[in-house]
């Protein structure tokens, strides 16, 4: 009886501080990212087509090496960047959908921010972007490579939320001050 | 089509009479002289009269034929992709019917040089102060008003007539249709400022303020990418960057000219200016910069 009583107590306590507000039957575990800086490796690239628009699309998976960095103000107004804890070994996803000129100047903006043994000269050249069968090989060098990519989260008219993944250049995470 | 095509017809329509000031255009619609030098647009001497055009020894090899509004003191308005079909007015948008409806019986109207705008010219007295109160150019619409004052622009003409009416002065009447039109148009829409974030009498230093800029830059993406951005140089965004760059300084971290100027002068983007942008905004005593300083404060 001791027993079951002591069970039943420590389980209505437990019971009692949990706030089941947002859980429901679709709930998961998974947390999203907040808002930094995340050093990271780049774990397989892919080349498809786009499920939702059928356009040739190019998939990132990056892991997280680090914990990441937010951005906030100490008591003297200087923006610090602090470690946000448990956030090493997650991981991040990025889709290029080659939809237009536009969309694939934005994707070469962004593969020429991984850099080689030279310090400021991208990896991979611009050639390395010209035509499919080249492409393939360039995105298979990737993997390995690290970068910093910015997690922000911007507020729709709606209120909705939309989260933005951005490749850092290591010349601008030097200028921010990240830990290089 | 070249400017002899183009003269062809202008000299069908009431163009010629009107008093107007040419100059020719290349194919990237860069303004040149009748001599082959380049055109400068606040040089009104560089335009001429329609009849000199003919003195031009090269013609045919020019695409086509521009006009200064500030030589020929004219008002222009463009309406950027209102035809779907070129040079088709069964195809105009509903935005270009309701224009054409205000002015196609009292100004000249004529398809612009890709077939797919409407370019208006009249004349009529200079409106006051309009930028306080009106765009020159509003994106939301595609649409654009030029009057003769201090603008020097230069619009092409194309012959291609839709309404040939004389390019008269407007009386009181019909600058009310210009009026119900730029209401309708090109009201500026006014801004509201963070007045929390900004405070129009500043106490804060530039050190203190750059921190600000910093935190800014850290969490705001687009920010940092144009406060880090290589100034373009011509021909690209420059403008705009600048432009975007002091108004969010304006209304993110201080109203305060001078500290705004300081702050915008020490960012990366400023510093990589090319020479000739970095004269132009010295020039004058930094003339450019009051011009935008005053549209961001209104």
């Known amino acids: 009886m001791a027993i079951e009583k002591s069970l039943y107590s420590q389980l209505d306590d437990l019971l009692k501080q949990t706030d089941l507000t947002d859980v429901s039957a679709e709930s998961t575990n998974y947390s999203e990212l907040p808002d930094g800086y995340y050093n990271c490796e780049v774990d397989k690239t892919d080349l498809k087509l786009s499920k939702t628009s059928g356009n040739p699309m190019v998939s990132f998976q990056f892991t997280i090496t680090e914990d990441g960095y937010s951005v906030e103000v100490d008591e003297k107004q200087n923006a610090t960047l602090i470690p946000i804890k448990k956030t090493k070994n997650r991981k991040i996803f990025i889709n290029y959908v080659l939809k237009n000129d536009t969309s694939v100047k934005r994707f070469v903006t962004d593969m020429l921010k991984f850099e080689g043994e030279t310090p400021g000269e991208s990896l991979l050249p611009k050639e390395a972007f010209t035509t499919s069968e080249v492409l393939e090989d360039a995105l298979d060098l990737l993997i390995g490579q690290r970068i910093y990519v910015q997690v922000s989260t911007t507020v729709n008219k709606d209120d909705t939320k939309s989260t933005w993944n951005n490749l850092i250049s290591w010349k601008r995470a030097a200028a921010l001050e990240l830990p290089m | ?298």
């Open chain 2, 1 to 298: 089509m070249n400017a002899i095509d183009t003269i062809d017809r202008i000299t069908n329509t009431n163009l010629i009479f009107s008093d107007l000031k040419y100059c020719m255009v290349d194919k990237n619609k860069k303004p040149y002289k009748i001599n082959g030098e380049m055109a400068k647009p606040n040089c009104i001497d560089d335009f001429v009269p329609f009849e000199d055009l003919f003195l031009c020894t090269d013609l045919d090899s020019y695409a086509g034929i521009g006009v200064s509004i500030q030589a020929s003191q004219i008002c222009a308005i463009d309406v950027d992709h209102c035809f779907s079909v070129a040079n088709d007015i069964s195809s105009a948008t509903e935005i270009a019917k309701s224009i054409l409806n205000k002015f196609d019986k009292i100004a000249y109207c004529e398809f612009s040089f890709s077939g797919t705008g409407l370019r208006i010219l009249f004349r009529q007295p200079i409106i006051e102060n309009y930028i306080d109160k009106y765009y020159i150019k509003n994106k939301n619409y595609g649409i654009e008003f030029y009057q003769p004052t201090d603008s020097y622009r230069y619009v092409t003409v194309t012959g291609n007539v839709i309404a040939n009416n004389y390019i008269q002065m407007f009386d009181d009447n019909l600058t009310n249709i210009t009026f119900e039109f730029l209401n309708t148009y090109m009201l500026r829409q006014h801004k509201k400022k963070n007045e929390t974030v900004a405070e129009k009498i500043e106490n804060r230093s530039f050190e203190d303020l750059m921190k600000i800029v910093k935190f800014k830059y850290l969490t705001n993406v687009k920010f940092q990418d144009v406060w880090y951005s290589q100034a373009p140089g011509s021909g690209k965004d420059e403008s705009e960057r600048d432009f975007y760059l002091l108004s969010y300084l304006y209304e993110n971290i201080t109203q305060d000219k001078d500290l705004i100027k300081q702050i915008f002068e020490s960012s990366p983007y400023f510093k990589s200016k090319d020479y000739k942008h970095i004269c132009k905004w010295n020039n004058q005593n930094f003339r450019y910069y009051n011009y935008i300083y005053n549209i961001i404060k209104k």
